[in-house]
C-alpha cells in the first residue's frame, strides 16, 4: 500500500483565484491522511456569529467560565459538526494526535471538559471540516490552486484568525503580496 505524499499536521494553503470561494484565502489543518483519504479543519475563517458560549447552551453545556472565543467554519462537509483541534495536553474518547499541531477532539467530552475548567490548555473549536476520498488529496496536490506549508502551534493559537493565511505563506519565506490571482500565458 503506497503511502500518502502529504503527511498529516501540514496546513494546506489556497493560492489567490483558486476558483473556489469556498476556499478563498482557505488555510486548512490536516489532521487525518491515510490510504482511506483525508480529513482537514479550516483555520483561517469564522462562523459569523457563533461564539462557543453560545455553541455550548445549544447543546445544552453550562458554559461555566469558558471564554466566548469565536468558532471557526471548519470546511463545507458536516457544516453543523463541531471539532475541537487542541493542543495534547488533554485526551479523551476519540482523540487522535495530529503530528506537530497537538490532537483533534470531535466528541463532546471535550467540551464538556472546557466548560469545566479542565480541558485543554489552548484550543479552536470549529463547525464542519474538509474532507478528501482516497487519493484524492494526493491528486489534488498534482494541480496549482493550493500551497503546503509546515504547520505549528505559533500558528494555531498564538496568530489572529484573520492574519493566519498571510503568516502562514510568510513562515515559508511567501510574501502573499507577490502572488499573483490571474494565471499567465506565454
Given at each position: 500500500?503506497?503511502?500518502?505524499?502529504?503527511?498529516?499536521?501540514?496546513?494546506?494553503?489556497?493560492?489567490?483565484?483558486?476558483?473556489?470561494?469556498?476556499?478563498?484565502?482557505?488555510?486548512?489543518?490536516?489532521?487525518v491522511?491515510d490510504?482511506?483519504?483525508?480529513?482537514?479543519?479550516?483555520?483561517?475563517?469564522?462562523?459569523?456569529?457563533?461564539?462557543?458560549?453560545?455553541?455550548?447552551?445549544?447543546?445544552?453545556?453550562?458554559?461555566?467560565?469558558?471564554p466566548?472565543?469565536?468558532?471557526?467554519?471548519?470546511?463545507?462537509?458536516?457544516?453543523?459538526?463541531?471539532f475541537?483541534?487542541?493542543?495534547?495536553?488533554?485526551?479523551?474518547?476519540?482523540?487522535i494526535?495530529?503530528?506537530?499541531?497537538?490532537a483533534?477532539?470531535g466528541?463532546?467530552?471535550?467540551?464538556?471538559?472546557?466548560?469545566?475548567?479542565?480541558?485543554?490548555?489552548?484550543?479552536?473549536?470549529?463547525?464542519?471540516?474538509?474532507?478528501?476520498?482516497?487519493?484524492?488529496?494526493d491528486d489534488?496536490?498534482?494541480?496549482?490552486?493550493?500551497?503546503?506549508?509546515?504547520?505549528?502551534?505559533?500558528?494555531?493559537?498564538?496568530?489572529?484568525?484573520?492574519?493566519?493565511?498571510?503568516?502562514?505563506?510568510?513562515?515559508?519565506?511567501i510574501?502573499?503580496?507577490?502572488?499573483d490571482?490571474?494565471?499567465?500565458?506565454?
Open positions: 500500500m503506497e503511502q500518502p505524499r502529504f503527511q498529516s499536521g501540514k496546513l494546506l494553503l489556497a493560492m489567490p483565484g483558486i476558483g473556489d470561494p469556498r476556499f478563498e484565502r482557505a488555510v486548512i489543518a490536516v489532521c491522511h490510504e482511506h483519504g483525508a480529513v482537514g479543519i479550516g483555520i483561517g475563517h469564522l462562523r459569523a456569529g457563533v461564539g462557543l458560549r453560545g455553541l455550548l447552551h445549544e447543546l445544552d453545556i453550562d458554559p461555566g467560565d469558558a466566548d472565543v469565536p468558532v471557526l467554519h471548519g470546511g463545507p462537509v458536516e457544516p453543523g459538526r463541531g475541537v483541534l487542541h493542543s495534547d495536553d488533554w485526551g479523551g474518547q476519540d482523540t494526535a495530529v503530528t506537530g499541531l497537538g483533534l477532539t466528541t463532546l467530552d471535550v467540551l464538556n471538559a472546557i466548560a469545566e475548567g479542565r480541558g485543554p490548555s489552548r484550543y479552536l473549536v470549529a463547525l464542519g471540516y474538509a474532507g478528501w476520498g482516497e487519493g484524492q488529496l489534488e496536490m498534482t494541480r496549482p490552486g493550493w500551497l503546503t506549508a509546515s504547520g505549528s502551534p505559533t500558528i494555531l493559537f498564538e496568530t489572529p484568525v484573520v492574519q493566519r493565511w498571510e503568516a502562514s505563506f510568510r513562515a515559508e519565506g510574501d502573499p503580496r507577490l502572488l490571482s490571474a494565471a499567465g500565458a506565454a
